[in-house]
């Protein structure tokens, strides 16, 4: 453990457009989907796929999505990670302590690179993703490990997993029991994790298990019977077959089986962003209301003073 103030925290997470318009989505959705961690088929196929016609067709669509969450001070993923931010340093008053994103601005290896900069010699990397993937913390840790062959002579380690960190599961059922007590309880509570293809999980991504092991932990801090909670999986993309459950028909399915009341939280997310709010909160919750139940959505951790202390803990445990 380190204190020094040659030490930093970078907490890094997804990404988001700069705007809610056309142009400022399909620039950001070029550089994500442009990921071959994220689209792993052959640039020479994907490449003019993407910017023939996936680009022109979604950044319009995405961009109303995005206005329709949009905030006074920006993207919702952004304002929530740039307060945690300042959450984090809050809690490690010693430590140097900034955030970036995968995609768009902060930029990653820019951040690092105004790190040293400022005479930081040890970096601890945070992937604000608590269950580990290829698609998403590996993607950072190829851009970690790129900028570390460059800068040799600076520390640098990264926080792979934290899906069952004491701490951070009891941030995230003390949040749902806070707003249980604020709004009561539903006839039933749903995980919903940001799904992957299957095919990844099939290739050994251990994604899948890390969802379920968060889920598991989270549902006995809270002291559920397995028949009080489910977990399913959101936010497809492509044809392909996704991991399953999936999260709006299964909701469904509860509704039509009598379930009157449904509440549905996200804790494979940090911050809320477009797929929490506008993809469940609103439409999982319109699509619902269609089929006579009511749902309600649980909010993320964002920059809840428990979450910060439970990810400044996680950093400070690193071995320096």
Not at 68 to 79: D, F, I, K, M, N
Not at 253 to 259: N, R, T
Not at 272 to 296: K, N, Q, S
Request: hydrophobic fraction near 45%; include cysteine.
């Amino acid at each position: 453990m380190s204190n020094a103030p040659n030490t930093a925290l970078l907490a890094v997470n997804l990404g988001t457009p700069d705007t809610p318009t056309a142009p400022a989505v399909r620039r950001y959705l070029a550089e994500f989907l442009g990921d071959p961690r994220v689209v792993s088929i052959p640039p020479l196929l994907w490449k003019p796929l993407l910017h023939g016609l996936i680009l022109p067709l979604r950044g319009g669509r995405s961009a109303h999505k995005y206005a329709q969450v949009w905030l006074p001070e920006g993207s919702p993923l952004a304002v929530y990670t740039r307060q945690l931010a300042l959450g984090l340093q809050a809690q490690l008053p010693q430590w140097r302590v900034r955030e970036a994103m995968r995609y768009g601005q902060p930029a990653l290896q820019p951040a690092l690179d105004a790190l040293v900069a400022e005479g930081v010699q040890r970096i601890v990397v945070l992937p604000l993703y608590p269950q580990y993937s290829t698609t998403t913390t590996a993607s950072i840790e190829d851009q970690v490990q790129l900028w570390q062959a460059r800068n040799p002579r600076i520390t640098v380690q990264t926080i792979r997993d934290y899906a069952e960190d004491p701490q951070w599961v009891q941030a995230v059922a003390d949040s749902i029991a806070a707003y249980w007590q604020q709004h009561g309880r539903a006839d039933k509570l749903m995980f919903s994790f940001h799904g992957i293809p299957q095919r990844l999980a099939d290739a050994g991504d251990p994604y899948p298990q890390r969802c379920q092991a968060s889920a598991r932990a989270i549902a006995a801090a809270l002291g559920l019977a397995d028949s009080d909670w489910e977990l399913a999986y959101q936010s497809r993309f492509g044809r392909e077959r996704w991991l399953q459950p999936y999260a709006e028909p299964r909701l469904w399915e509860l509704a039509a089986s009598g379930s009157k009341t449904l509440d549905v939280v996200c804790p494979g997310f940090a911050t809320d962003c477009l797929e929490t709010l506008e993809e469940v909160a609103m439409g999982f919750t319109a699509t619902l209301a269609e089929r006579g139940a009511r749902m309600r959505y649980i909010p993320c951790l964002n920059a809840d003073q428990a979450h910060a202390q439970a990810l400044a803990a996680l950093a400070q445990a690193q071995p320096a």
